[in-house]
C-alpha cells in the first residue's frame, strides 16, 4: 500500500499544506495509523479511502496549528479551507501517477528524450549533443514518446499531460 499511494498521499498533501516536507512527514503518519489498524479494512477501496481522509486530516492540524502559531484567527483557517476544493487535486495526483507509470513504460530512447526535453526543458540542439544522436532523431523519439503516450492514457490523461508539458 505504501508503494502504491505515497507519491499520491505525498502530492495530496502537498496541494492542502504547500509545504513539501511536511507533507512527507504528514502521509507518513497516516501510514503508521493506517499499519496499526489494517486488520480493520476489508477492501483496498476502504483503505484509499481511509489515507486520503486521514491524510485531508492530517493537513488541516497541521494548516491550523501553524496558523495559531503565527496568531491567525481560527476564522481565517475555516474560510481559507472551505473555498478550497479538494476533489481536483485527487484527480490530478491520480492522473500525474497514470502518465508517470505510461512514461516509464516507454522505450528508453523515447523515455531519455521526453524527460529532457520537457522535464529538464532542453532544445533538440542540446538534447542531441548529450546523447550524441542527431536532431532528426531527437525529434522523431519525442513524436514517437508522444504517440506511445497517448496510446497508454485515457483522454482526460493525455489532455493533462499535454496541459503540465511545455511544448
Do not use: W
Not at 480493520?40 to 495559531?68: G, T
Request: charged share 25%; aromatic share 10%.
Amino acid at each position: 500500500m505504501f508503494n502504491t499511494y505515497y507519491s499520491r498521499l505525498c502530492y495530496y498533501a502537498y496541494k492542502i499544506t504547500n509545504n513539501q516536507e511536511c507533507s512527507k512527514d504528514l502521509v507518513q503518519d497516516v501510514f503508521l495509523k493506517y499499519h496499526s489498524k489494517r486488520a480493520e479494512f476489508s477492501s483496498e477501496l476502504a483503505i484509499k479511502n481511509f489515507l486520503y481522509l486521514a491524510v485531508k486530516n492530517a493537513c488541516l492540524n497541521f494548516l491550523r496549528h501553524d496558523l495559531v502559531e503565527k496568531k491567525f484567527a481560527e476564522s481565517q483557517v475555516e474560510t481559507a479551507l472551505a473555498h478550497e476544493e479538494v476533489l481536483p487535486h485527487i484527480i490530478k495526483a491520480e492522473a500525474l501517477v497514470l502518465i508517470n507509470h505510461a512514461i516509464e513504460a516507454l522505450p528508453e530512447g523515447c523515455r531519455t528524450v521526453l524527460k529532457l526535453a520537457f522535464f529538464e526543458g532542453l532544445k533538440n540542439e542540446q538534447i542531441a549533443l548529450e546523447l550524441g544522436i542527431s536532431i532528426n532523431t531527437v525529434k522523431t523519439q519525442k513524436q514517437r514518446a508522444l504517440q506511445l503516450m497517448r496510446l497508454k492514457l485515457s483522454d482526460k490523461a493525455y489532455l493533462l499531460l499535454l496541459f503540465l508539458l511545455p511544448l
